[in-house]
């Protein structure tokens, strides 16, 4: 199942700077593994916002869920999950 998934990040200012790199640098090893298994396939940067769009292709919704839960971040983001479906306009999907 395809996964459009927005990610609105919101660390608090006063997070002591040595526990904020470790927690970039979990989310970001987190986030380059599942690129890489083919569950997260793409990752944009909303302009001018600490967010991004993001396409997710996993299971069902309990994968998702349990993938985002385990995001470094996710304590400190707000998230939107919008489930796709072929558009049968779309002249690639035969």
Do not use: C
């Not at 998230?79 to 072929?86: D, N, Q, R």
Request: aromatic share 10%.
């Amino acid at each position: 199942m395809l996964y459009a998934v927005r990610m609105d990040v919101a660390i608090p200012s006063d997070l002591i700077p040595a526990d904020r790199v470790d927690l970039l640098a979990r989310e970001r090893a987190y986030s380059q593994e599942l690129q890489r298994s083919g569950k997260w396939l793409y990752i944009w940067r909303v302009v001018g916002m600490y967010s991004n769009l993001s396409i997710f292709d996993v299971v069902d919704n309990d994968e998702l869920h349990e993938i985002l839960w385990g995001l470094p971040l996710f304590p400190y983001m707000t998230i939107t999950v919008t489930p796709m479906a072929k558009h049968p306009s779309d002249i690639h999907a035969g």
